[in-house]
């Protein structure tokens, strides 16, 4: 069975940092580009960045820019996104994605979903 599992959500403050985790079951997800997305309450769900296989290719979005970190460890079959300076602004569930074309992710679509990970930041 394929699972995708989110973790390191919580209860943050202002301006504290957060490292979320994404670990992979059931796949090796070889050759996948994985993601992050997220979903504040009456809001869509939002595309913010995007890693190729290799690592060497990201992508973000406007407002994941400058302020949230993409990365994967292909042995340990996980993506992390490192996320700093949170505003309230930020919370929302996040999502961890996989699928074969970088291109579906940023556009926001998706093989493979985890099941996310509550944020909330509060001021």
């Known amino acids: 069975q394929v699972q995708l599992v989110e973790s390191g959500g919580g209860l943050v403050q202002a301006g504290d940092s957060l490292r979320l985790s994404c670990a992979a079951s059931g796949h090796t997800f070889g050759g996948y580009a994985m993601g992050w997305f997220r979903q504040a309450p009456g809001k869509e769900r939002e595309f913010l960045a995007a890693i190729g296989w290799s690592g060497r290719t990201t992508y973000y979005a406007d407002s994941a820019k400058g302020r949230f970190t993409i990365s994967r460890d292909n042995a340990k079959i996980t993506v992390y996104l490192q996320m700093i300076s949170l505003t309230p602004e930020d919370t929302a569930v996040y999502y961890c994605?996989?699928?074969?074309?970088?291109?579906?992710?940023?556009?926001?679509?998706?093989?493979?979903w985890g099941r996310g990970t509550q944020v909330t930041v509060s001021s």
């Open positions: 994605a996989a699928d074969l074309a970088p291109r579906r992710l940023t556009d926001g679509q998706s093989q493979y």
